[in-house]
């Protein structure tokens, strides 16, 4: 491990660096006090020397004695474990508010990038196996050095030349724990690789399992799953075999230990030797725990490793550059007019997108944008709401630059519906509301209605407060795109935007919503993308791109009477559909 | 739940050997304490060397036996823990095929992926651990306290009363555990939802500029995970002291017990011993039991999903025998109505079609065409009413039969990962290259095709290196192939321009002669060539005719076709 992301582990756990400190004089406490129990059952078994020889007073006394010890070991033990679980937690917790928040700090660009998937498993499975290993790897670790410590001067206190015996014994546990692991972590990345082909597979034909029966498909899937399925079985039964060896590779070494120490004790003790039958009892308990923190040990060290390349992880999301927060201008300006003077912009610097675009929309203009797939509307928007910042010219808002803006500023002004709908888990009301926290129902409703959402939202089952599902499961695309359109009608921005906003909805509906965003766009500025070019007939401008550059632009009867690129596009969406 | 054991068939031996041969390992393991005493009363008390030497060499020798019998069981319960997980995945699977689309809604897509995984993992290692250790862990305590009254009974049941406080305390603490545990799970799912949906709706989330909001509602969510996870791991802490408290005390009772039996003169200080070293055996045993029950009450919950599952039988049967597909009739619905789950979506459809014709169904948003499709494919049964196929009742058909005859083209266009071929035959015998061009170029779709690569080209997961027409063109060609008597086209060509979607209208008509049509759309366009045209509203047929008899009777129609025409003052 480089010693920057170990300094980087470091600031990060600092807060619990006490909490540290403590753990590890209660593991020291912990281990002094639970060895001693052995050594007074063994002092015990010393007073059992025959037929009317034992001695109850001292035998009380010491076994009191190990009660004692026993019930404060066990508390010394029960807060470590708190404070160790609480120290986890609280780290993993904070990471986790970090991830969160570092999502809403981050570029759109990184976000485009990096698949959701990516950035929830460092939030989740990184974040955690991080503190896990890290915190209660350390606690463990720690605690295990303190038992071996400690087993290891109890029993040299008893006996150093049997002790010898068995330290000469604790390489054959450690090689063996070692062999076990390198082998297996071979055979778990095999069966990891065997389960996700099989999810992969079983997601895609489960999850399409209505094609799959609309086609009779199923007997060439039941070959593809076999296949999978074999797999799987093979290299799962390996893994589980060659990692449950563990355990009684575990107990031969400690079955080797303790005949070594019985031998050793035993015949020490018919020497004479000063050793005592309960000190071999003792001993005896003391060879048992001995090689239990070993295996610990080993286990821990696979978990540090685990948890130094999930931090790295996590540390390369929290450290990538930050959005810059924009300029100060928290969005006053004192028109809504827009221009754009001559613009560049490309997603990556060897392929150049839009060039020189000038462009100018004053307040309360509606500006149309058409074009084939690719051509550069999408990423017109992009620019408009500072999802991307231009790489030259620029655009400004009210005569003030936008980048002199700040983001939140900017995008307040304008209100956006895009193609991709979007809603979460929670209410309808909550998903309209949420252009707009703390709106009032009433408010909602008239949203609702203006974007003809009324009527389907009263027909669900709990009407307004009707829970939808992730991604708005159980609507139709239709549906959602009327619930997105209700989200702008209630915050009724400055600004508009809409991305084929109705792609899904049936034209009659289409019809009356657009007779609703004609009021809500009433002297306002608005930029409509649409595919269909019947939504944009009444814009003030259309412009027509192609491949990144504004090819055309007009309105629609002069656009049509100049017969260019935009009467090709009508003609091919309304003549030719007429020619069956 | 005792139906998932037929899944232990041909792993019947492993699954018995396996906990024999862990019984043998703890019968050499218990043996041991009875040796060491034998040592100490016989070698140590008597000064015989050579006796202790020989007990040494029978230690070892038992360690090694105990050993290869632990590798024998090992190997045989992974055996049969894996060939149960696997048999039971394949049954899941095979069953999930049997499932009619009603099943399939009620159960849940996703959920039934989670029982084909991570329950069935789970379910995994639960048959492994339970044929392994849970067997292991009470042979241990049975046979150790079994031990310790064998040696003496009254030491013994002081010591013995432990094991009952112990169970119950770790019976408590898995009730109370679980129940937390279950709620962190839940807690941990919202925060990791609410990072997805913020993943997802950064741009809205953004442009309404609430990623404050966003912040505190995450604030809260995690501050609740952090307080359950809290509560959780005190709990949790509890099990090591507790078991060591228990433990301790019940050993210091044994000795008390076992000093007044040997001050008595009733018993030998290395059966003490004894007792003693098998008492230390039972406390890591228990520990073990422990960590096990929660994987084993994982894998039961599992197992119960999956039997959930299994309970269901498919709501659909099927005919038996071919039927003669002579008649003219080619579909006819009478009176035929349909709801999902409650919810009425279909009433009163009657219609009627030729063979060789044309049908047209033309609706808004959620009116009902895909139902009316769902009931001639046989996707879902009418709750009422007939629908019959060339003067049969749809029920009659053999699933095979029917999927031969009708062939849909489903709303969304599904390909999956394989070769294009692949994607192309699927449940039919592979036809050759010059059938599968002609279904490609009546689909329009040969051009990009060759373009790409031909027919062994690759498709990725969910068909994502094609465009969204590309994949409705590819899955026209291989409804197509399947030459189908009655070909469905619901809302196929909603991603094509207007003009490739009309061409592939007219190849697909002259594909086969005899082949009769329906489309459902939403523009009139793709509709108005039909011989006989269906307006669906709000679950019900308002009209029915030809384009321009509808034009001149049906009100909704004109405005549908208004709508599309940008209003009538477009170019005509």
């Known amino acids: 491990m480089n010693k920057k992301l170990f300094s980087k582990i470091l600031s990060r756990i600092k807060k619990q660096i006490p909490v540290f400190a403590v753990i590890m004089v209660l593991s020291a406490a912990y281990a002094g006090l639970s060895l001693c129990v052995p050594l007074l059952f063994g002092d015990a078994v010393d007073l059992l020397v025959g037929k009317d020889g034992v001695d109850f007073a001292a035998l009380t006394v010491i076994l009191v004695k190990a009660a004692v010890f026993s019930v404060s070991a066990a508390a010394v033990q029960y807060i470590m474990t708190v404070l160790s679980n609480r120290a986890a937690y609280k780290t993993v917790s904070e990471l986790r508010e970090e991830t969160f928040e570092k999502i809403h700090r981050l570029p759109m660009s990184y976000l485009d990038k990096h698949p959701a998937g990516d950035i929830i498993s460092r939030f989740t499975n990184d974040a955690e196996t991080f503190s896990d290993g890290l915190l209660l790897g350390f606690t463990q670790l720690f605690s295990g050095i303190s038992l071996i410590i400690g087993t290891l001067v109890f029993m040299l206190v008893i006996k150093p030349s049997v002790t010898a015996v068995v330290v000469l014994l604790t390489p054959l546990s450690l090689f063996t724990a070692r062999l076990i692991a390198s082998r297996t972590f071979g055979l778990f990345s095999k069966q990891t690789a065997d389960t996700a082909a099989e999810t992969s597979f079983v997601t895609e034909t489960v999850g399409e399992q209505k094609t799959v029966r609309a086609l009779g498909a199923e007997r060439d899937f039941d070959a593809g799953f076999d296949k999978y399925n074999a797999a799987l079985q093979k290299s799962s039964f390996k893994a589980t075999f060659f990692s449950s060896l563990t355990n009684p590779s575990t ?30 009892a003792s001993f005896l308990a003391y060879a048992n725990k001995y090689t239990k923190p070993f295996n610990e040990i080993s286990g821990v060290i696979a978990e540090l490793q685990s948890a130094f390349a999930c931090a790295e992880r996590i540390f390369a ?18 028109s809504n007019d827009v221009t754009i003077n001559n613009m560049s912009f490309s997603y990556s610097p060897d392929k150049p997108l839009i060039e020189n675009m000038d462009f100018s929309a004053p307040e309360g203009k509606h500006t149309a944008i ?12 992009n620019l408009l709401m500072r999802y991307y910042d231009v790489t030259g010219g620029s655009i400004s808002v009210g005569g003030v630059d936008v980048r002199d803006m700040s983001r939140r500023g900017l995008r307040k002004r304008y209100g956006m519906v895009l193609q991709d709908t979007w809603l979460r888990y929670g209410t309808v009301a909550d998903n309209i509301a949420l252009s707009k926290p703390g709106a009032s129902r009433a408010e909602i409703e008239e949203a609702a209605r203006s974007a003809h959402a009324h009527g389907f939202i009263t027909r669900l089952p709990k009407g307004y407060d009707t829970v939808i599902g992730e991604d708005g499961g159980g609507l139709s695309a239709g549906q959602k795109q009327l619930l997105c359109i209700a989200r702008v009608m209630l915050c009724k921005p400055a600004m508009l935007i809409l991305d084929e906003a109705t792609s899904s909805v049936d034209t009659m509906t289409e019809k009356k919503i657009q007779q609703a965003f004609d009021t809500l766009t009433e002297g306002k500025t608005a930029f409509i993308v649409a595919h269909r070019l019947s939504t944009v007939l009444n814009a003030d401008e259309i412009l027509v791109m192609r491949a990144g550059s504004i090819v055309e632009r007009g309105t629609h009867t002069g656009l049509i009477s100049k017969k260019g690129f935009y009467y090709e596009l009508y003609q091919s969406q309304f003549k030719k559909g007429k020619q069956i | 739940m005792k139906k998932l054991f037929r899944y232990f068939k041909g792993y019947g031996v492993q699954s018995v050997i396996a906990p024999i041969l862990k019984l043998c390992e703890v019968a050499l393991e218990l043996a041991v304490p009875f040796i060491v005493s034998y040592m100490i009363d016989n070698g140590i008390d008597k000064a015989d060397r050579s006796l202790v030497i020989r007990c040494f060499f029978i230690l070892i020798a038992f360690a090694a036996v105990g050993f290869g019998f632990a590798l024998a069981a090992q190997f045989f319960a992974a055996k049969a823990a894996t060939g149960f997980a696997a048999q039971l995945r394949r049954a899941l ?15 849940g897509v996703s959920s039934l992926i989670t029982n084909m995984t991570s329950d069935a993992v789970r379910i995994q290692n639960g048959v492994n651990l339970t044929l392994r250790l849970l067997l292991r862990s009470p042979f241990v305590v049975a046979g150790a306290v079994v031990a310790c009254f064998v040696i003496s009974a009254k030491p013994a049941f002081r010591f013995a009363l432990a094991v009952p406080v112990l169970l119950l305390f770790v019976y408590l603490l898995m009730l109370f555990g679980m129940k937390l545990y279950s709620r962190v799970q839940e807690k941990l799912s919202f925060t990791v939802r609410l990072a997805k949906e913020n993943l997802d709706g950064v741009r809205v989330i953004r442009a309404f500029g609430s990623e404050e909001t966003e912040k505190v509602k995450f604030r809260e ?20 002291p507790v078991t060591l408290v228990i433990v301790n005390i019940a050993v210091a009772a044994l000795m008390y017990s076992g000093a007044i039996k040997v001050n008595a003169g009733e018993l030998t200080r290395g059966e003490v011993v004894a007792m003693y070293n098998l008492t230390a055996m039972v406390l890591t045993e228990l520990i073990k039991l422990a960590d096990l029950t929660i994987n084993i009450t ?8 999956i039997s959930a599952v299994f309970s269901v039988t498919p709501s659909i049967k099927y005919g038996e025998t071919e039927l003669d597909l002579s008649s003219d009739c080619a579909v006819k619905l009478e009176n035929a109505s349909l709801s999902y789950g409650g919810t009425p979506a279909l009433s009163d459809i009657g219609l009627s079609l030729e063979k060789g014709k044309t049908l047209g169904l033309i609706g808004g948003t959620g009116s009902g065409k895909s139902s009316v499709i769902a009931l001639i494919a046989r996707f879902y049964d009418a709750d009422g009413g007939t629908v019959s196929l060339f003067g049969h009742d749809i029920k009659e058909y053999p699933e095979k039969q029917l999927r031969k005859t009708v062939g849909a083209v489903p709303q969304k266009a599904v390909l999956f990962a394989g070769t294009l071929r692949e994607n192309l035959t699927y449940g039919i015998d592979a036809p050759d290259d010059g059938a599968i061009c002609k279904a490609l170029d009546a689909a329009c779709a040969l051009d990009f095709v060759s373009e790409k690569g031909g027919l062994d080209i690759k498709v990725e997961q969910n068909g994502r290196n094609f465009s969204g027409g590309q994949r409705q063109r590819l899955c026209v060609a291989r409804a197509l192939l399947r030459d189908p008597k009655i070909l469905i086209l619901d809302d196929s060509s909603s991603a094509l321009d207007y003009a490739t979607d009309a061409k592939m209208r007219e190849a697909v008509s002259g594909y086969s002669k005899d082949m009769t049509v329906i489309i459902a759309a939403q523009r009139v366009s793709s509709v108005r060539g039909a011989d006989l045209i269906a307006v669906i509203d709000d679950g019900k047929i308002i009209a029915k005719g030809t384009h321009e008899e509808l034009l001149g009777s049906c009100e909704t129609y004109q405005k549908i076709y208004e709508t599309q025409t940008g209003g009538g003052d477009g170019d005509e």
């Open chain 2, 221 to 240: 969510q995690n501050g609740a995970l952090y307080k359950d996870q809290i509560r959780s791991g005190r709990l949790s802490a509890l099990l090591n």
């Open chain 2, 298 to 305: 994982k894998a039961l919950s599992s197992a119960k999903r």
């Open chain 1, 317 to 334: 999301f929290l450290e990538e550059k930050d959005e810059d927060d924009g300029g100060k201008n928290d969005g006053l300006v004192s």
């Open chain 1, 370 to 381: 058409v074009g084939p797939t690719g051509c550069g509307k999408t990423t017109f928007i």
């Open chain 2, 93 to 107: 699977y095979s069953h999930i095929e049997s499932l009619s689309y009603s099943d399939l809604d009620k159960l």
């Open chain 1, 251 to 280: 107990r031969l070494i400690n079955a080797i230990v303790y005949g070594a120490v019985a031998l050793t004790g035993a015949l020490s003790v018919i020497a004479g030797g000063g050793m005592t039958v309960g000190a071999l």
